[in-house]
């Protein structure tokens, strides 16, 4: 009798241990993340036709905060983070796996990442993680027609963060609760080169033209349309993140 | 013996529950104005001066500010003050101005502190400090903020965007923004959320204001330790070269030509009427929809 009522107390004991342990832990979380465009590539301003031929864009790393202003100082640890730093074909609008997210269950409501260029708080200045684009955050490359007359322009975009410590991008507002199911879907970010090159003033672009005695123009950092298109990229521009069915 | 000792236990339970129930006190929730609002910016090389040779003083600093709400959110009980005061901050008395008092509040730690910055209405209270003409204007304009004031440099230039630089000595701006914001849930400076309610007595909370973030080179969410303050793209902004900035002329420039990489960075800046930062006056909004903070220093998160 007394060793039945033993065993039926380890029972029980080890089922309340069980069903406690389901209520209070966290779930690790491992999705996959893709990139696409929209797959345009024309825009019109004040009469002028931008055409966008080339738009290749270095992401990451992301961290995923449960704050709803993700930065150094209000995210000192992420719920999620994406630490692969790739480069993709921003005019596709096919999904490019770019990485994998890694987190733990619990709701995020904003996050923060580079564009390939980090600033480690170890570091003494900016450093890009990948070779590729020559170490730039993007490079694009396109046209401009006006009244028949064509000008080609180029623009390689470095996204760097502004300190020490501090991402590129700060405090983008997205909030998702996430689950051990997302693990069978995937997370894609949505991003749009045109509305980005939009922002270039197509004036500037002519001007430089008629300067330079030739039909191709760079535009660099001392230009308007550079930093334009740099702060559409880290602030008023950025990305879209949706979960949904793997590609 | 049995039964004392169960007596005791009695007892000692009876009391432990009790404690909890510690009495009730009041708390003053008063209005507070940074130095830099006060006493202007500085140019130099310190940690909070602007460092492109331009002292910043102000004339006016009103604000239609109110909306206040206390709450604990483990038990739901809250306290709300919805008045709005039109308030200047130059003319405050050196305790602060209080804009809402709750009495009889139980003891206990109320870690949601919300406060905001309020278009100004008729409904509104104009406090004493602020003209009758200066109130009208920001209800007839639809703002939260009226601030006066100037920038003053020796060998100060204007600048403008495809122009070239002309001496300007004083620059002057008179802007009345719209920039209505939610601050909070706020925390101290030591990073305590909300406000830790004491029996007996009142408890002093601070909604304060900051004066310089117009001048921040970037937008912090957080620490503003590495902050660089620059006021040229003010002086800049005056298009017209007759020594004064308007609302016109900051909406005729562009962020990119105004704030410009590295020296500048608009990463987790505000929106403004939902889009980001586009001309100059959109960082005039952005940046006012950030100066709001917590028993001095504390942050709150802007919404």
Known sequence: MSRRRSWMALLLAVLAWALGCEQTGRSHVLAPVYAAGTGVRDVSQNGDTIHVDRAQVVFGPAYFCATSSADRDLCPTALAEVLDVSEFDALSATPTPIGTLRGTSGTYRSLMFDWGISWLLSASRPESTLPALGGHSAVFSGSVTRAGRVVSWSLSIDASPAEAGRPAVAGVRETHALEPADASRALVMTVDPVDWISRVDTNEIFSAADVAGAESVVLGPETTSYQAVLIAMTSSAPPTFEWGTRP | ?303
């Open chain 2, 1 to 303: 013996m049995q039964r004392s000792l169960i007596q005791s236990l009695l007892l000692l339970v009876f009391l432990t529950s009790c404690s909890s129930a510690t009495g009730v006190g009041d708390v003053s929730v008063r209005l507070g104005a940074e130095d830099s609002i006060t006493l202007g910016l500085t140019a130099g090389s310190a940690a909070e001066d602007v460092v492109d040779g331009w002292d910043v003083t102000y004339s006016k600093f009103i604000v239609a500010v109110g909306g206040i709400s206390l709450r604990q959110q483990s038990t739901g009980t809250q306290f709300d003050s919805l008045g709005v005061h039109i308030v200047d901050l130059m003319a405050l008395p050196a305790t602060g101005f209080e804009l809402a008092r709750f009495a009889g509040v139980p003891a206990a730690r109320y870690d949601v502190f919300n406060w905001q910055i309020a278009i100004a209405s008729a409904s509104a209270t104009r406090e004493a400090s602020v003209a009758e003409a200066d109130a009208a204007r920001m209800i007839a304009d639809g703002c939260t903020y009226l601030i006066a004031g100037e920038l003053t440099n020796a060998t100060g230039q204007t600048c403008s965007p495809g122009t070239a630089c002309v001496d300007a000595r004083t620059v002057r701006f008179d802007l009345c923004i719209p920039a209505a914001t939610t601050f909070g849930p706020c925390n101290d400076p030591d990073g305590a959320a909300g406000v830790a309610v004491s029996a007996g007595g009142v408890t002093n909370a601070e909604a304060t204001l900051h004066g310089d973030h117009l001048f921040f080179n970037l937008f912090p969410l957080g620490d503003e330790a590495t902050i660089v303050r620059r006021a040229q793209w003010l002086a800049n902004s005056d298009t017209g070269h007759d020594g004064i900035v308007t609302r016109a002329e900051l909406e005729s420039l562009q962020a990119a030509q105004l704030f410009t990489s590295p020296n500048y960075s608009l990463a987790g800046a505000p929106t403004v009427d939902g889009h980001g930062i586009e001309t100059g006056w959109d960082w005039v909004r952005a940046q006012a929809r950030t100066q709001g903070h917590f028993q001095g220093e504390g942050e709150c998160p802007w919404n």
